[in-house]
């Protein structure tokens, strides 16, 4: 049981955060557009992406996921945490797309979400 609750806390680390890093990261474009390729455009997309608190944010907790994930890989049965970690990190990400306003896909997507939780529940029970 303390493995499930592990996976569903990474998912929600993972997918939440996806879209989160995505809009923090805007304006990233911008950034290359002005610099030459090479280091010094790399150095200026670093220095742009790490002085945002919209992108370190999410980052820090996405990579608190993986932290988590790997704590509970040592006690779970590794047959289930990729096929729920992955499943449900699709699903919180899409949710989570859906409440900063991105656009879903329509009905099918909600079709897929719903799979998805069955298939969770399966593989759970």
């Given amino acids: 049981m303390l493995g499930l609750v592990g996976f569903i806390l990474v998912a929600f680390c993972w997918g939440s955060t996806n879209p989160l890093i ?7 474009e911008t950034v290359s557009a002005n610099h030459p390729p090479g280091w010094r455009r790399w150095a ?7 002085t945002r608190w919209q992108y370190v944010l999410p980052l820090a907790l996405n990579l608190s996921g993986s932290v988590v994930y790997y704590y509970t890989l040592g006690k779970a049965d590794l047959s289930m945490a990729v096929p729920v970690t992955n499943a449900l990190t699709f699903v919180f990400s899409l949710l989570t797309g859906l409440l900063l306003g991105e656009e879903l896909g329509g009905r099918d997507t909600w079709l897929g979400m719903g799979l998805v939780i069955v298939g969770v529940i399966i593989c759970v029970s």
């Avoid at 995505?22 to 990233?28: D, E, H, I, V």
């Avoid at 200026?44 to 790490?50: C, G, P, Q, V, Y």
Wanted: net charge positive; aromatic share 14%; glycine share 14%.
């Fill in 22 to 28: 995505k809009a923090g990261s805007a304006g990233l």
């Fill in 44 to 50: 200026a997309e670093l220095r742009f992406l790490f």
